[in-house]
């Protein structure tokens, strides 16, 4: 069973920054599609950003030029760099890959930035 464990939310200030992890386990991670997904309060889910394999990015409107995402193969690991943040940026954060055609999610962190 994939595991999926997310650390690095927390308060900030509008402005300020942070980086979120995931770290993931039984996973065949360097081939794995891994994203990053936000839910605020009374939201649907929605996909922050995602990067391939090989390194290939894709970012949500609301976030590009801000949110950086990267990744370890060797640490199994996926950062969330995110900077200028915004109060609508406040949002429980989960990681996500998919594997055998089955979707896993970590617990979730919780991001709040204050204005």
């Known amino acids: 069973q994939v595991q999926l464990v997310e650390s690095g939310g927390g308060l900030v200030q509008a402005g300020g920054s942070l980086r979120l992890s995931c770290a993931a386990s039984?996973?065949?991670?360097?081939?794995?599609?891994m994203g990053w997904y936000r839910q605020a309060p009374g939201k649907q889910r929605e996909l922050v950003a995602a990067?391939?394999?090989?390194?290939?990015?894709n970012y949500a409107d609301s976030v590009k030029g801000r949110f950086t995402i990267s990744r370890d193969n060797a640490k199994n690991t996926v950062y969330l760099q995110m900077n200028s943040l915004k109060p609508e940026d406040t949002a429980v954060y989960y990681c996500?890959?998919?594997?055998?055609?089955?979707?896993?999610w970590g617990q979730g962190t919780q991001v709040t930035v204050s204005s």
């Open positions: 996500n890959t998919r594997q055998d055609w089955v979707s896993y």
């Open positions: 039984r996973t065949t991670f360097s081939r794995n599609i």
């Open positions: 990067i391939t394999g090989g390194g290939s990015t």
